[in-house]
């Protein structure tokens, strides 16, 4: 992970304390989660992959400024992956959002030369 966090939070535990062991870094291209104490897992999810990002707050998340974002992807190892309780998710959900459009457009525009590369070589005499 070499690149400069767009942003970093923890997942908070009662109260909004960040009192647990869940880490979340956005990236211009990724989501890292990292999870536990003794035995750590880092999911990756490409944001390219990320097709809807929905905020979710339950009353107590709103009293204490928290939200979980839930995100659908096309990851299939990770389908849906929920950020959870985390402070400033409206702000958090923009960037991601953003970023994830960003992604796959030029993805998108990245296969699109591919194609055109494949055809002009194609129609050559």
């Not at 839930?70 to 702000?91: A, F, G, M, N, Y």
Request: proline share 3%; with cysteine.
């Amino acid at each position: 992970m070499a690149e400069t966090p767009l942003w970093t939070g923890k997942k908070r535990a009662l109260f909004g304390l960040p009192w647990t062991f869940t880490t979340y870094t956005l990236t211009d291209t990724c989501l890292f989660i990292r999870s536990g104490v003794f035995t750590v897992r880092e999911e990756e999810i490409r944001l390219y992959r990320i097709l809807d990002v929905t905020l979710r707050q339950s009353f107590r998340e709103r009293l204490f400024g928290l939200g979980t974002l839930h995100l659908c992807t096309s990851d299939q190892s990770t389908p849906e992956v929920d950020i959870k309780r985390i402070k400033h998710p409206k702000e958090v959900r923009t960037i991601l959002s953003d970023r994830a459009e960003t992604e796959r457009s030029s993805k998108l525009e990245g296969m699109r030369e591919l194609m055109n590369q494949a055809a002009d070589n194609g129609h050559r005499d």
